[in-house]
């Protein structure tokens, strides 16, 4: 759709939009912005002919200019992660001492760095609501697990007294990955999802049905 604001104006050709706008200025000028839009700035009184004339000669940059673009917007989206419900830009460069949180932006040396950066944030939080859900309800695990799952956020193994959470739990929200820590310890006192088992989460937690509406996805 052309734009009607500030003067900007479109047009279609070779099977893509431009952009432009009329300005005091001597010669044509072409660039891609970042939004992956061609944007033209046209002398006044330059022929629309001529314009197009000129983007056919520049076909062949055109077109490279166009794939180097999506092939770094397919890079950008291939390294886009959630870090606690917030979504980051992951920097991978082995000149990184240690993986740091910037804005919008994590910083580490490689992804297996990465993944020790992630199990030791695992270990703290899911420990941390661990023991303080079991001083609330007064059920005790007596060991904790941190696994790759590809079905479960979490699971319990209530007569060994077992915890086992999945580590993309990090990717939700710290209301999310505390809901699943409670959910998991309930089932040390109800193995299955009954209506005391629910109940008693609710005593809880009462807005639990909210944090759970943020599980309905699939896993990837």
Same mark, same amino acid.
Request: net charge positive; hydrophobic share 35%; aromatic share 16%.
């Given at each position: ?8 104006? =479109?047009?279609?050709?070779?099977? @893509? ?5 009329? *300005?005091? %200025?001597? $010669?044509?000028? #072409? ?78 040396? =490689?992804?297996?760095?990465?993944? @020790? ?5 695992? *270990?703290? %939080?899911? $420990?941390?609501? #661990? ?84 599980? @309905?996805?699939?896993?990837?």
């Amino acid at each position: 759709m052309a734009r009607q604001s500030s003067g900007v104006k =479109s047009f279609y050709f070779l099977d @893509k939009e431009f952009f432009y706008q009329v *300005k005091n %200025i001597k $010669s044509l000028r #072409l660039k891609l912005n970042e939004k992956g839009e061609f944007y033209l700035s046209i002398p006044k009184f330059y022929p629309l002919e001529k314009v197009k004339e000129f983007l056919a000669k520049n076909e062949d940059w055109i077109q490279k200019t166009w794939q180097n673009f999506e092939s770094k917007q397919k890079n950008i989206n291939e390294n886009e992660i959630y870090f606690l419900g917030k979504k980051y830009l992951l920097n991978l460069n082995e000149n990184f001492k240690k993986t740091q949180i910037l804005k919008g932006e994590i910083k580490s040396a =490689s992804k297996e760095d990465f993944e @020790k950066f992630l199990r030791m944030n695992a *270990k703290i %939080i899911f $420990s941390f609501y #661990l023991q303080k859900w079991s001083e609330k309800t007064g059920l005790h695990y007596t060991h904790l697990s941190i696994k790759k799952m590809k079905t479960r956020w979490g699971s319990c193994n209530h007569k060994k007294g077992y915890i086992n959470l999945n580590l993309k739990l990090l990717e939700k929200s710290l209301k999310a990955i505390e809901y699943v820590i409670l959910h998991e310890l309930a089932h040390l006192k109800f193995p299955n999802h009954s209506k005391e088992f629910y109940g008693f989460i609710f005593e809880f937690m009462s807005d639990f049905k909210d944090r759970e509406k943020m599980f @309905k996805i699939s896993f990837k």
